[in-house]
């Protein structure tokens, strides 16, 4: 039988994280739980995890500089939890490369669904009967999802978060297309955008850079005034 995902929990407060230790575990999750950036690191070298919840509320070493040191240390994906309403850190986070955030309070069926979501973006437990894998080439680049794997013109590996390879997939799929910044929503997260959200802009901002591809000139993954977004070069599929 195969081992149930790892996730590690970071949250000042002992009954959010006694409850999420609790919900999770019933949803089929392994969990450890850490209540700052200190036992977190300490546990971190302990084990193996395949996703990490953090609170940016921390005491002592703040929950950004601590996302920054996971992010060092390897590609796990990071759902952050933060304050409602507290916009500023949360596109920080999303700019340091976190693959999905839940402004508190928040119904911890919702989290449970963001990490599932977010383990399959990530290739943990795919269901049964997936699409099969498919290569893109576009550019120059190629995508191979079957590795869920970014290659540049010169055949070296870029890496990708997560929630960066699935924004890329979505795009190579409906190549010369307008999508709008909810229709991306809608299509990585099941959810839509709020008037202030700018999740999006900042991941293709992150795709961009990754690309090469100049965010004022850009060739590759252009803005449309007012529409979104388009991938406008020709993509190879195999």
Not at 2 to 18: F, K, M, S, W, Y
Not at 92 to 101: F, P, Q, R, S, V
Not at 139 to 159: H, Y
Request: neutral net charge; charged residues 30%.
């Amino acid at each position: 039988m195969e081992a149930a995902p790892h996730i590690l929990v970071i949250d000042d407060d002992h009954e959010i994280r006694d409850l999420l230790a609790r919900f999770l575990e019933r949803g089929g999750l392994r969990v450890t739980v850490a209540r700052d950036g200190r036992e977190a690191r300490r546990l971190w070298a302990q084990g193996h995890y395949h996703l990490v919840v953090l609170d940016l509320m921390l005491p002592g070493e703040g929950g950004l500089e601590l996302a920054r040191w996971l992010r060092e240390q390897a590609n796990v994906p990071i759902v952050m939890l933060t304050a409602m309403g507290d916009e500023t850190d949360r596109i920080i986070g999303l700019e340091m490369g976190a693959d999905d955030y839940l402004a508190k309070p928040f119904n911890p069926r919702e989290l449970l669904a963001r990490i599932r979501a977010v383990l399959r973006r990530s290739g943990e437990g795919e269901a049964e009967g997936a699409p099969a894998r498919r290569t893109f080439q576009f550019n120059g680049w190629r995508l191979e999802t079957a590795r869920r794997r970014l290659l540049d013109p010169e055949g070296a590996e870029v890496a990708l978060t997560g929630g960066e390879y699935d924004l890329l997939l979505a795009l190579l799929e409906r190549p010369h297309r307008v999508l709008t910044r909810d229709m991306l929503l809608d299509l990585l997260r099941g959810r839509q955008a709020g008037p202030f959200d700018r999740a999006i802009d900042v991941a293709i901002s992150r795709l961009r850079r990754k690309l090469d591809d100049d965010g004022r000139n850009a060739q590759v993954i252009k803005t449309v005034r007012g529409g979104g977004y388009v991938l406008t070069c020709d993509v190879e599929r195999r």
